[in-house]
């Protein structure tokens, strides 16, 4: 189907002009609003566009079945992510079908109305078995489904009000009619997409070149840019990456694009639908890799999905598509011949080299060389200048553990140790300080809490981002927040959750505050480890019950750990 050179189909534009648009936003000052999330906002964006077409609004209850079911809508179209707007049980509460939402962005700019059709709480199990072939919230896009997606879903009609604003890289930023004009322009009649949400170095290089002669074919690196996985090198950084290796193409026949897509990690249901977006965008070929889309290693050390997955399913839909699926070849590095050469063409003796992606990372915060015929010199550069060594990036130390369990003393102790290794920035946000300082107002009911964490976890966020150390010590008896938590920090640095072990009996025995005494006389009610549950942390970076030691070894064996994880030289 080399001949494939339609630039698309049928394009949706839900966007209004003129009048229609007085209109809009007049109804918009009335109707109900719903504020997006990040992921909700990338997804209509890509709605509202056309880049999810022929979806003209979020779908419908029978859509959504059909699609978690045989991955088509319910007319037979095929398309295999389900698209909706997920909403709490309360906004649910007082929202009727034939309703009309105004959507809106983080800052309360009205983005569209959307007209309710179908209001559903769906089986989220269910729907991660079919999407993502498991329940295991090791899987980034399971854990977001099952911890941190609402609960009732609503299906319906929307008209484009707004479009997102963004204020990094416009001039990669194009929609899909407008990278099809581009394209049109520029006379380029065959163009391969090459998703990524990687760094690019000289082996992906070499397989663009490749298929770019074989398909005689002009290439955009189209890089997803939305929410991707956590540990993932942000967008910002990946960009100019993807500048550097431009000038290694021919003058002209290669772009940048940027994708604001919310990524799911759904491997090959994944890459079937990565392949009809950039059908909408106009492409005519469309790289799949290996694994493509799939999120790496489960808990078992397993891949999720085999390797060669993806490319079969998207192959064997390969009638139905308007663009031509090109199966990346996995290229090693000969020494010997000092090439690239694919596996099969491997002479028997020869050992291919390859540095994974996580390899990679390993290098850069480790700080060692990374050979030079695996990466282009610059894009390194470029990569050093984000990813410093480990022992220079910010993290957040979580202390978790019962009331009396030595938390803050520990807490404390290691700060001081850090501080006299010197060199770093540290806060200590220590559970009784931030009930003072920054949650006064809150109860210990469990919303209350998982409030008082997620606060303690976003201020630890901003110290880690931005290089400090943030020692934290509440309680945090409950495992889902935790998690919240530690998907929040991840994000931006590196999460140590610490658990402190003391059994409660140790705890009550100190009771150094007499709060287990009044706990226990009942005139404290939902105390941790008496009348309310303590949730014993699964997989902590470490565990320490301050019974067995003194406090001084307690703190080292921390600062040990830390060394151990390469967070302190
Ligand atoms: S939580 O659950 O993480 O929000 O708790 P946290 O903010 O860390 O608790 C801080 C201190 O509040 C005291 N306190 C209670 N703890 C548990 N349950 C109840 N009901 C409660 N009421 C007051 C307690 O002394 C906590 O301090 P630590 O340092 O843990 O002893």
């Not at 690019?200 to 070149?209: E, F, T, W, Y």
């Not at 139905?320 to 000092?338: C, D, G, M, T, W």
């Not at 030595?406 to 290691?414: E, R």
Request: hydrophobic content about 35%.
């Amino acid at each position: 189907m080399d001949h494939c050179n339609a630039h698309g189909g049928t394009l949706v534009n839900l966007y209004v002009e003129g009048r229609a648009l007085d209109n809009e936003k007049e109804k918009a000052k009335s109707n109900r609003s719903w504020d997006l999330s990040d992921k909700q906002m990338l997804d209509i964006e890509l709605l509202l566009n056309g880049a999810y077409s022929p979806l003209a609004g979020y779908l419908s209850e029978e859509d959504y079945n059909a699609v978690v079911d045989g991955m088509r809508l319910s007319d037979g179209t095929l398309w295999p992510m389900p698209i909706n707007l997920d909403v709490t049980r309360e906004f649910a509460d007082e929202t009727s079908i034939g309703d009309e939402i105004t959507l809106r962005d983080p800052e309360g700019v009205v983005i569209a109305n959307l007209t309710v059709t179908d209001l559903w709480t769906p089986d989220r199990e269910l729907e991660a078995r079919q999407i993502f072939g498991t329940t295991d919230d090791a899987h980034p896009g399971v854990q977001y489904l099952l911890n941190q997606s609402n609960p009732v879903y609503l299906g319906g009609t929307l008209v484009g009000v707004t479009p997102p604003l963004h204020y990094d890289f416009e001039r990669y930023r194009k929609s899909p009619q407008q990278l099809r004009e581009t394209f049109h322009s520029n006379g380029w009649n065959n163009v391969i997409a090459f998703q990524t949400r990687n760094p690019i170095h000289k082996a992906h290089v070499i397989m663009m070149k490749r298929l770019m002669a074989r398909h005689q074919a002009n290439l955009v690196i189209h890089t997803a840019v939305g929410k991707t996985k956590t540990g993932d090198i942000d967008h910002f950084c990946r960009v100019r990456c993807y500048e550097k290796i431009l000038p290694h193409f021919p003058e002209g026949s290669i772009d940048i694009s940027i994708l604001p897509l919310a990524m799911r990690f759904a491997g090959p249901r994944e890459a079937l639908w990565q392949a009809i977006i950039r059908q909408n965008y106009g492409f005519t070929h469309f790289i799949v890799g290996r694994d493509h889309a799939g999120p790496g290693r489960n808990n078992r050390g397993g891949m999720f999905y085999d390797a060669l997955e993806a490319q079969e399913l998207v192959s064997s839909f390969q009638s139905e598509l308007n663009i031509q699926v090109l199966k990346a070849p996995f290229l090693r590095y000969v020494e010997q011949r000092s090439e690239f050469v694919e596996e099969h063409e491997l002479l028997s003796g020869e050992a291919g080299l390859y540095i994974s992606g996580g390899e990679l990372k390993q290098k850069l915060v480790k700080g060692e060389e990374v050979p030079d015929w695996f990466a282009f010199p610059e894009v390194v550069q470029e990569l050093n200048r984000t990813l410093p060594p480990r022992a220079k990036q910010g993290f957040t130390l979580f202390f978790t553990g019962l009331s009396g369990s030595g938390k803050s003393t520990l807490a404390n102790g290691v700060m001081v140790k850090l501080r006299e290794l010197g060199g770093r920035n540290i806060s200590l946000l220590d559970g009784d300080v931030v009930r003072k300082n920054l949650s006064s107002e809150l109860t210990f009911s469990k919303e209350h809490r998982d409030l008082n964490i997620q606060r303690i976890g976003y201020v630890a966020s901003e110290i880690s981002k931005n290089g400090g150390i943030a020692v934290c010590a509440p309680i945090a008896p409950y495992t889902r927040t935790r998690r919240i938590v530690r998907d929040m920090i991840e994000a931006v640095g590196v999460f140590v959750e610490i658990h402190v072990a003391t059994p409660i009996e140790v705890c009550e025995s100190r009771d150094r505050k007499g709060l287990y005494a009044m706990a226990r006389a009942g005139k404290i009610k939902g105390f941790t480890g008496i009348d309310d549950p303590y949730e014993v942390p699964e997989n902590p970076e470490m565990s320490i019950d301050t019974s067995q030691y003194s406090m001084t070894d307690a703190v080292d064996q921390v600062v040990s750990r830390l060394r151990e994880l390469g967070l302190i030289d």
